[in-house]
T-cell receptor, first 120, second 110 residues
Framework: EVQLLESGGGFVQPGGSLRLSCATS????????MNWVRQAPGKGLEWVST????????YYADSVKGRFTVSRDNSKNTLYLHMNSLRAEDTAVYYC????????WGPGYWGQGTLVTVSS | QSALTQPASVSGSPGQSITISCTGT?????????VSWYQQHPGKAPKLMIY???NRASGVSYRFSGSKSGSTASLSISGLQAEDEADYYC??????????FGGGTKLTVL
């Protein structure tokens, strides 16, 4: 059974940093692209980043480019999102999601999410 | 990248059929067949329902179907059931090698 478990969320002041983790099991992590998607309270979904299976290809939304860094450790079956220079508008539930299939790297199976709150 | 356009809400009675539209541009929906639809119940994570325009994800009921014409994709649900009441989001791959979501549609089963 595929399992994705996000952690690392919490309360942080504007300008601060946070690292999210997504621990996975139930599939061969190193064979799949992964995504981060966020959802502000009461709002819709916003794609954040995609990283290919070997981390050769990495893509970011304009809203986080230069501030967020996605990475993965295939030996630990874990995906990361390093978030710097956080702003109030980064407040959201952050979901990690496994690719749909090898020809479609979009979000397929999703974790339950971790809440990040940026406030002074 | 602007969000795809979805109606804010749709409704239908049990047993009826509804359709949710998702309008993009020639740079996203109109350019690729990587259109997906997600169902999200309150307080829960999104669930993939349809991918690549018209392919049902594993375990998804045959009552759900997808289509696309030009830059507009659609999700249809037949034989509405109370459990279908949820928020629905479309998504598309874009020419910028990114993904974009629609603003979401709240489905109410009357």
């Amino acid at each position: 059974e595929v399992q994705l478990l996000e952690s690392g969320g919490g309360f942080v002041q504007p300008g601060g940093s946070l690292r999210l983790s997504c621990a996975t099991s139930g599939f061969t992590f190193s064979n799949y692209a992964m995504n981060w998607v966020r959802q502000a309270p009461g709002k819709g979904l916003e794609w954040v980043s995609t990283i290919s299976d070997s981390a050769v290809y990495i893509y970011y939304a304009d809203s986080v480019k230069g501030r967020f860094t996605v990475s993965r450790d295939n030996s630990k079956n874990t995906l990361y999102l390093h978030m710097n220079s956080l702003r109030a508008e980064d407040t959201a539930v952050y979901y990690c999601a496994k690719e749909i299939r090898n020809t479609n790297w979009g979000p397929g199976y999703w974790g339950q999410g971790t809440l990040v709150t940026v406030s002074s | 990248q602007s969000a795809l356009t979805q109606p804010a809400s749709v409704s239908g009675s049990p047993g009826q059929s509804i359709t949710i539209s998702c309008t993009g541009t020639s740079s996203d929906v109109g350019a690729y067949n990587h259109v997906s639809w997600y169902q999200q119940h309150p307080g829960k994570a999104p669930k993939l329902m349809i991918y690549d325009v018209n392919n049902r994800a594993s375990g998804v009921s045959y009552r759900f179907s997808g289509s696309k014409s030009g830059s507009t994709a659609s999700l249809s649900i037949s034989g509405l059931q109370a459990e279908d009441e949820a928020d629905y989001y479309c998504s598309s791959y874009t020419r910028s090698s990114t993904w974009v979501f629609g603003g979401g549609t709240k489905l109410t089963v009357l």
